[in-house]
């Protein structure tokens, strides 16, 4: 059965970092385009990070965020550095079939998300 599997949230201090991981089983992430999103409290699900090979990134996350692919590990990692308060969403990766499109792509096959709060 195809499952995505987020892990490594947490409650972290503000200035402080977190290394998300979304584990593949059942299919392979090798050649296929993936993206980490994130839904605040009260607000839309919005894009964070893609990957089909070549990475971008919301503004928000330039220069703190970095998405990477380990196809021997079938894993997707989002590193966050320098978290602030309103990082503080449910992290979820998803396979993105029609590629980034330049941008951050469309969710097609979640994982259930892991909470990340940054708070003092």
């Not at 200035?15 to 050649?31: D, I, M, Q």
Request: hydrophobic share 35%.
């Amino acid at each position: 059965q195809a499952r995505l599997v987020e892990s490594g949230g947490g409650l972290v201090t503000p200035g402080g970092s977190l290394r998300l991981s979304c584990v593949a089983s059942g299919f392979t992430l090798e050649h296929k385009a993936i993206g980490w999103f994130r839904q605040a409290p009260g607000k839309e699900r919005e894009g964070v990070a893609c990957d089909d090979s070549t990475t971008y990134y919301a503004n928000f996350a330039k220069g703190r965020f970095a998405i990477s692919k380990d196809n021997i590990k079938n894993a997707v990692y989002l590193q966050m550095d320098s978290l602030k308060p309103e990082d503080t969403a449910v992290y979820f990766c998803a396979t993105v079939p029609s590629g980034c499109g330049g941008g951050l792509g469309r969710g097609y096959f979640w994982g259930q998300g892991t909470q990340v709060t940054v708070a003092s």
